[in-house]
Structure formats: structure tokens, C-alpha cells
């Protein structure tokens, strides 16, 4: 199967781009390399000992993105390109709307243009309304999103019910994921982001190499066993091999239209405190933390139930906690300063 990948190069999805060619998918990745750089592809291919086909477009550009597809002609789309960053979509929301959902149209527009209807989706368990719903968060739960980023996860799911609804060729899987950690196991690739980390494992990575004086632990008098915030944590291996599993469930249904929505998730949370020791356990460093106020917004728990996707698609998570500290500390210990430029 030929699979074209948006944001490709990104922390996911240069994991997925890795899996689909180890099994032997062609694979075309469009990235604009705004989060991203061109030297995650080439570790994949390093590991892979075959490369992807490398365009570099922005979803956004209809005219360079539909000249990818009359180029390449995929057979399926697995869509990771899109801005993330919880706390900035709240400040630049129009951004976030204009790259994730504008950009979102024009890929469906693309795809049309040379008949693709298969599409993998990377939406966010931060579409379940946090006062409507109790963990663990099950697919059929209320949607409700409380800030920007997620709310263009929300409505393009609601898009994309539309798109499958009104045209039965399109076959389309919603993937709900929670907190993507780690890397590959390898040390070769792994999560780079641009600035200072907006989630709790780089953050604690950089640390540990000296990049960042201390961990910001955001409350500790939540109603969980240590009061710090409990999470679903996901190794991105599992995670990229969820996007597989999705994939080839898709096909098997053999031009049968479908909107599907599934889990990702381990289906148990960790706390803030037991990563860090978990992390303190892999690397032999102690992390030095202070305790801050309560982020506006942030729950005490959640984690999802990943039943759908164990009986569905035959997936369910495989790395625990220490191995996903394992690996996050053996890349970044290796690449301190993460990918050259």
C-alpha cells in the first residue's frame, strides 16, 4: 500500500513512517518542517533501511498539495500535520484554526482529487468534556473540548462524520490519543520540540541533561494517591503501531464506507511524582522540581478505556511506564540537544 503522512517528520509520526515501511509500505510524508526537522527522516530510513518519498508542503498550500497527490496517487492518508500546543492555541487561536482546520479541508479536497477516501485521523482525548465525563474516558462519552487546540480536534471529527456521511466511499478512523511518551528504542529518534517542551516527559528530559534548571510540577493537593495530576501515558511506539492496526482495518472493510472512532491509551493513569522517580530510575539523575500553582483547566485524572481498540483492531498498549522513561532518557541522553540542524 502506498500511504501518504502529513507531518511525517514529527515526533509521531516519524515513529509511524518507521513502522509502515518496516512492513513494507511505500510511504510519501508531507511536512513543512515548522516542528519538525529533515533529520528524523533520515534516522528512519537509517533504521528502516528504505526511505520515504519527502515533499516538503504546507497542508495549507492546496495548489502544491494537490500537485503531490496527482504525483504520487496514495492509496491512504494517515494526517498528523497540524499545530499543538494547548496553552498557544489559546493565545493565537486563529492560527490554530486556519492550520488545523483550513488545512485539514484542503487535504480532503486533495485526497478527492485522485479518488483516496482512506483516511487515518489524529484527533486527542482532549475532546472529552472534562465536567461531562468520568475516567476512564470511553468513545461513545460527551465531547466538549475547553480550549482552542482542542476544539479543532472536536469539530474536524464532527467534519469528518459529515464528509463519511454524506459520501459512502470515505473510510476514516479517528484515533482519540492521550499523552505520547518516549522514543524509539533505539536512541535514534525521538521527540524534539521547538523552545521550551509543553509536556512532562521532554520537560524532565531536558533537565536531566542540564537544558532546563527544574520540572514545574503544576499542583500537588489534587484528590489522587500522591496529589499530583494522574495521566494515561503512551509509549509513541505503541502508538504508532496503533495508526497500523487502524490502517489495516480500514482496508480489510474493502471500499465499505465508515467513520470509527478509537482509543489509544494504556487504560491506567501514572501521576506527575511517579514518572519523575520512574525517570530518576532510568537515567541515575535526580530531578530537581518545585511544586506551582494549579494550571486553569487541568483535571485531576484521566485516562481512557482502550477496550474498542483491543477487540476492534487487535491493539493494546505493550510498554509500561519505566520503559517509556527508559527509552525518553537513552534518546535524550544521546541527543542532548536533540536532532542536528
Known sequence: ???????????????????????????????????????SLRRVAERAGRSAVVHRVDVCDETSL?????ETRPDAVIHFAGLKAVGESSEVPQRYYWN?????????????????????????????????????????????ATNPYGKTKWFLEEILRDVSASDGRWQIGLLRYFNPVGAHPSGRIG???????????????????GRLKELRVFGNDYDTPD????????????????HLRALEY????????????????????????EMIHSFERASGVDIPFAVVARRPGDQAVSFG??????????WSAE??????????????????NGYPD
Open 319 to 336: 510498554y509500561s511506564v519505566d520503559s517509556m522513561c527508559t527509552d525518553s532518557w537513552n534518546w535524550q541522553s544521546q541527543n542532548p
Open 100 to 144: 488545523n482546520v483550513a488545512g485539514t479541508l484542503v487535504l480532503l479536497r486533495a485526497m478527492e482529487s485522485v479518488d483516496c477516501h482512506t483516511l487515518v485521523f489524529s484527533s486527542s482525548a482532549t475532546v472529552y468534556d472534562p465536567d461531562r465525563n468520568q475516567p476512564p474516558f470511553h468513545e461513545d462519552g460527551l465531547l466538549g
Open 1 to 39: 500500500m502506498k500511504v501518504l503522512v502529513t507531518g511525517g517528520a514529527g515526533y509521531i509520526g516519524s515513529h509511524t513512517v518507521l513502522e509502515l515501511l518496516s512492513k513494507g509500505h511505500d510511504v510519501v510524508v508531507v511536512d513543512n518542517f515548522d516542528n519538525s526537522k529533515p533529520e
Open 191 to 209: 521527540e524534539d520540540p521547538n523552545g521550551i517542551p509543553n509536556n512532562l516527559l521532554p520537560f524532565i528530559s531536558q533537565v536531566a541533561v
Open 250 to 273: 480500514l482496508e480489510r472493510l474493502n471500499g465499505e464506507g465508515i467513520c470509527r472512532v478509537w482509543n489509544l491509551g494504556t487504560g491506567k493513569g501514572a501521576s506527575v511524582m
Open 227 to 242: 496529589g499530583t495530576g494522574v495521566r494515561d501515558y503512551i509509549h509513541v511506539v505503541d502508538l504508532a503501531r496503533g
Open 66 to 70: 494537490t500537485q503531490v497527490f496527482a
Open 305 to 314: 478505556d482502550p477496550t474498542r481498540a483491543r477487540e476492534e483492531l487487535q
